[in-house]
């Protein structure tokens, strides 16, 4: 089945502590991107990624860091420095054309952080 | 700063009652817009989306929307909701086709339908 996976589904960690949040797809899509959903906010972009190698931030980057070694994953680390980390996150993939119609957005499942 | 509202936050209908969810963007370029659903529990989803050529769109499960560029909107309509239509929908808008175009979200309308 072609598609994203995010890993794990429930995190929990100590404050102070860093945590990497898994996002591999299968799409061979070109582009990634983190948000971070918040009640009545709607998707904030933390980070993107248009091709392996490559990272932009997003509008909200303070207190993450991703990295884009392979086509297929981009892990984001929360952390410390990130002041209100609890949040659902989720990773979206893309194909990199604007001018073609396979240039969706697809989602993963999401991983909801807490910080305890 | 570009930005998408949706100046519905909660929505609550009955059952065959007709829906129409508002969304205005501030961007004066081209645009790309978009309706994604989020039902209770599962993912992020895509319900429908306008590149360009005819401005009403259609999208799947009986969903429909209008995109009128003098007015900087793309509301979302259907003429008679369901019980399993309840979830929240989400606006977007990808500002410009260069490679560093983002896309932005609004903030969300929850849907409540009564059975």
């Known amino acids: 089945d072609g598609g994203i996976t995010q890993s794990p589904k429930y995190l929990f960690r100590k404050e102070g502590q860093n945590v990497t949040l898994s996002c591999e797809q299968n799409l061979n899509h070109d582009a990634m991107y983190w948000y971070r959903q918040d009640p009545g906010q709607g998707l904030r972009l933390i980070y993107y990624s248009q091709i392996v190698n490559d990272f932009q931030k997003g509008d909200i980057a303070e207190g993450y860091s991703v990295s884009r070694e392979k086509k297929e994953s981009f892990p984001l680390t929360v952390t410390s420095a990130q002041k209100n980390p609890t ?21 993963g499942p999401g991983t909801r952080l807490t910080v305890l | 700063a570009q930005s998408v509202s949706q100046h519905n936050h909660h ?28 039902y209770p529990g599962q993912h992020l989803q895509l319900l429908l989306k306008y590149f ?29 909701v369901q019980w399993s239509d309840t979830a929240e929908y989400f606006c977007a808008v990808r500002t410009g086709y260069s490679s560093a175009s983002k896309i932005i979200f609004g903030s969300g309308t929850r849907l409540s339908i009564r059975p």
């Open chain 1, 87 to 107: 949040a659902f996150y989720l990773c979206a993939s893309s194909t990199r054309d604007p001018d073609t119609t396979a240039d969706t957005q697809y989602f």
């Open chain 2, 11 to 38: 929505v609550i209908l009955s059952e065959a009652a007709s829906l129409e969810l508002g969304c205005n963007y501030s961007y004066g370029g081209t645009v790309n817009l978009f309706w994604y659903v989020q």
């Open chain 2, 52 to 80: 360009s050529g005819d401005p009403l769109v259609k999208g799947i499960k009986g969903f429909e929307a209008e995109f009128i560029k003098s007015k900087f909107s793309f509301n979302l309509r259907k003429p008679s």
